[in-house]
């Protein structure tokens, strides 16, 4: 007779001092699996099953409130939106769930700010005061950069090296802005030269007010830090509203804002549904612009709701960016640059060079080496080193299937890795022989799913780049320089990459066209979405204008 028993020991029997504080329960059939390496493995192979659960002790999510006016508060109706970490699909904890009734006091705090003091104290301070708040931001940013990177990992998935990266541009931004806001002082009451000597022109540039920040789940500080750096630094006072998914981070900016002494109301952060918090925020009389990113369908009704104020609004949607590879290139240089396009902060970027062309006379061998590279990317809890593939933000998309459904053929990926039994994870995943027709070719997926096409000539991949709703980005790998002007002329996007994917810096402008959106953020151009232009005209001869005859009787 066979007995069955629950073997239960402690974890550092697996000889690794990380899990000395944990233990587990083992079922065992038969006396003779009661060896020491037979216990052994099969801790192994729990350890693997349940993830490193180390990496996640003592990494506290704290608990705040909405941020308004300067203090934290509890949100009106008390309501809260559970954190699932992505990884472990454990609750970590919760954040306020804002509605109108807040979204009102949060605007009415920036709007205090914007006036207080007859707009001295912020508004008109000048940039070089602003700057000073800029620079305290950034460094207290760079102090608490691993804190900041774990949280941001635990909230989102985003692998730890990435998120760590994020933070030293988070810090590098608010650094460069707050050079921006004082060279500001600079451009004020600049000269014009004007065609009739008897007048003289100078331009004012003015914070355009109370603006509405409506951020996405991908980048959660970071594209944030993208809108709330150039917004305080034109003077601007703010409302920024974090996607439900990921806000962990964007309450932490609040309270360093608070800890540096950031004058109460000019960052004003509440978190919610977007329906509840978003929405009333967009439509809201006291604010003067809105700035949003995320998905076109949302930034449609943003628009809608905006425009029925004559408000303006910046909008940063979706995109299916296409990546052209023509046969000149380096295989193995272009295939690392395309799989970077495709699966960096686990496929989840509204840039995503996620359509990838294919030159025909490479095509086979580039697939090949694209398919061995893909399958060796380490997916794991994205706490772990070298970790390069987290899980998604949330369940969900279904597109692989169908795909798969419609013809399509999986080269690699396509499925949960066989090592990750919880967690919202998916294998990079690339597909071959995709077709113009295909879902998977015109919509955009959000997660590490590439999607292949060939071509014959030129013209051809750039027709296949250029038939899309979507406008963001493109990617054209070459070591012909005359061909990478043409295709980077031709492609009708806001960004071209040339011999590379996905870099971003905050000097450079960012935004597309079509339905990708309009308006500029990062760079000068970042800094104009969050100013008034006023041209101050002076009549300085001495001489009457003389337009009318002057009545003899006057």
């Known amino acids: 007779m066979v007995a069955s028993l629950l073997l239960r020991l402690p974890l550092s029997s697996c000889s690794h001092p990380r899990y000395s504080r944990f233990s587990c329960t083992i079922p065992v059939s038969g006396p003779s699996l009661l060896t020491p390496g037979r216990v052994g493995e099969r801790i192994r192979a729990l350890v693997v099953q349940f993830g490193d659960m180390g990496l996640h002790a003592g990494v506290d999510v704290p608990r705040r409130g909405l941020f308004i006016d300067g203090e934290w508060v509890d949100p009106v109706l008390g309501k809260r939106i559970p954190i699932v970490n992505p990884t472990t699909e454990e609750t970590v904890g919760d954040i306020p769930a804002a509605t109108s009734e807040d979204v009102d006091a949060a605007v009415k705090a920036a709007k205090e700010a914007f006036y207080r003091n007859k707009g001295k104290d912020w508004a008109k301070a000048g940039g070089k005061h602003r700057a000073t708040f800029l620079r305290a931001i950034a460094k207290r940013v760079a102090e608490r950069k691993s804190e900041l990177a774990k949280l941001e990992s635990i909230d989102c998935g985003k692998p730890i090296d990435e998120a760590e990266w994020d933070m030293d541009d988070v810090s590098g931004c608010f650094e460069y802005y707050a050079d921006l806001a004082e060279k500001l002082d600079e451009r004020q009451y600049a000269p014009l030269e004007l065609p009739m000597e008897q007048f003289k022109c100078n331009i004012l540039r003015e914070a355009i007010g109370v603006v509405g920040l409506i951020t996405p789940w991908n980048y959660p500080m970071l594209m944030a830090t993208w809108k709330v750096a150039a917004a305080l630094a034109a003077g601007c006072t703010a409302i920024l509203k974090p996607s439900e998914l990921a806000s962990v981070t964007c309450l932490e900016l609040a309270g360093i804002a608070k800890d540096v002494g950031l004058p109460r109301g ?155 039994t919880t967690g919202y994870f998916l294998a990079p995943t690339v597909l071959s022989n995709v077709k113009p027709h295909m879902q998977i070719w015109t919509d955009e997926v959000f997660g590490p799913v590439l999607a292949v096409s060939t071509f014959k000539t030129e013209e051809e991949a750039l027709a296949l780049a250029n038939d899309t709703q979507y406008g963001l980005a493109g990617a054209v790998i070459s070591k012909d320089d005359d061909r990478c002007k043409r295709v980077s002329e031709a492609l009708e996007v806001g960004i071209v990459w040339i011999n590379c994917s996905q870099p971003c810096f905050c000097q450079a402008p960012w935004g597309g066209n079509k339905r990708s959106g309009f308006g500029r953020e990062l760079g000068e151009w970042g800094l104009e979405n969050y100013l008034s232009v006023k041209q101050l005209t002076r009549y300085i001869s001495t001489d009457d204008w003389g337009w009318y005859p002057k009545p003899s009787k006057l």
Not at 278 to 302: C, E, M
Not at 376 to 404: H, M, N, T, Y
């Open 266 to 420: 000019v960052l004003n952060v509440v978190t919610g549904y977007g329906h509840e918090a978003g929405a009333p925020l967009a439509s809201h009389s006291g604010v003067d612009k809105i700035a949003f990113t995320g998905s076109t369908a949302t930034g449609r009704s943003v628009m809608s709701a905006a425009s029925q104020l004559i408000k303006p609004v910046t909008l940063e949607l979706g995109g299916k960016s296409p990546i052209i590879v023509f046969d000149d290139a380096d295989v193995e240089k272009a295939v690392e640059w395309a799989m970077f396009g495709a699966f960096w902060t686990n496929g989840q970027i509204c840039s995503a060079t996620s359509r990838l062309l294919l030159q025909e006379g490479i095509a086979d061998e580039f697939l090949k080496k694209l398919g061995i590279w893909a399958s060796s990317i380490k997916v794991s809890d994205p706490l772990e080193k070298d970790c390069r593939l987290g899980p998604l933000v949330s369940e969900g998309q279904k597109f692989v299937k169908v795909a798969l459904d419609e013809g399509a053929t999986l080269v690699c990926g396509g499925k949960r890795p066989d090592h990750l």
